[in-house]
């Protein structure tokens, strides 16, 4: 398994700004992700943190308003650009470790933009 | 059509009963994972228990156990023994194909636990 942690764990943010969440993991890892949790919503992915390259981003979610980097294989970081009411989330970190397709996740990082 | 489907909103069960919390999927693919995860009110996500399509037993993991129905597509938690500390939401979750690895997820059972 890997532990994983996220940074900030909540926060409130106002409107027009910027918030960069980071993701740390306790080992190298294959893959990292990041996905959104809208309130009373389930988990949707955002992208595929690829380290040393562009984050492959899913449909509906774009660099330029959740730039990501991955700069080695253990960490990685999620900006939230440019944020309104609706960003309002828990996200969260995860990874994927060796063959086995077991996915961890961090704890969250809850925003509340107003 | 719902990839993940996860009928049950909302479920109770008296603590030290088994719960059953339903999952059934829909692939066209051969090769596929289950998971399922249980998220407190704290936010985070635990993740419990994984089956690959191709596993012939039903995974288990303490007193979690994956009720693998392929046929019917099913993919149902078993929770024995229930304790208070199982009061949770718990989502029912697939990977596609063997190098995939984007989880689609349902939409989530709460479970809550009486004494």
């Known amino acids: 398994s890997a532990v994983i942690s996220q940074k900030p764990s909540r926060d409130i943010c106002q409107r027009g700004t910027s918030l960069t969440i980071q993701c740390q993991v306790d080992?190298?890892?294959?893959?990292m992700f990041w996905y959104r949790q809208q309130p009373g919503q389930s988990l949707t992915l955002i992208a595929t943190?690829?380290?040393?390259?562009?984050?492959?981003?899913e449909s509906g979610f774009v660099i330029d308003k959740f730039p990501i980097s991955r700069p080695n294989l253990t960490f990685s970081t999620l900006t939230v650009s440019n944020m309104s009411p609706e960003d309002s989330s828990i996200y969260l970190c995860?990874?994927?470790?060796?063959?086995?397709?077991?996915?961890?996740f961090g704890e969250g990082s809850r925003l509340t933009v107003l | 059509a719902q990839k993940i489907t996860q009928t049950q909103p909302g479920m109770f069960v008296q603590e030290k009963e088994a719960v059953t919390l339903d999952c059934t999927y829909d692939?066209?693919?051969?090769?596929?994972?289950l998971f399922w995860y249980k998220q407190p009110s704290s936010g985070e996500m635990i993740f419990l228990i994984y089956?690959?399509?191709?596993?012939?037993q039903n995974a288990t993991e303490g007193r979690y156990s994956l009720n693998f129905q392929k046929a019917r597509k099913s993919a149902n938690l078993v929770i024995s023994a229930s304790q208070l500390g199982d009061s949770a939401m718990y989502f029912c979750?697939?990977?596609?194909?063997?190098?995939?690895?984007?989880?689609?997820f349902g939409t989530g059972t709460q479970l809550k636990v009486e004494l």
């Open positions: 080992s190298q890892v294959t893959m």
């Open positions: 979750a697939m990977r596609e194909g063997p190098g995939g690895n984007k989880l689609t």
């Open positions: 089956q690959g399509s191709y596993d012939e």
């Open positions: 943190a690829n380290q040393g390259s562009e984050a492959t981003y």
């Open positions: 995860s990874a994927r470790t060796g063959d086995t397709g077991e996915l961890f």
């Open positions: 692939t066209s693919d051969q090769s596929y994972g």
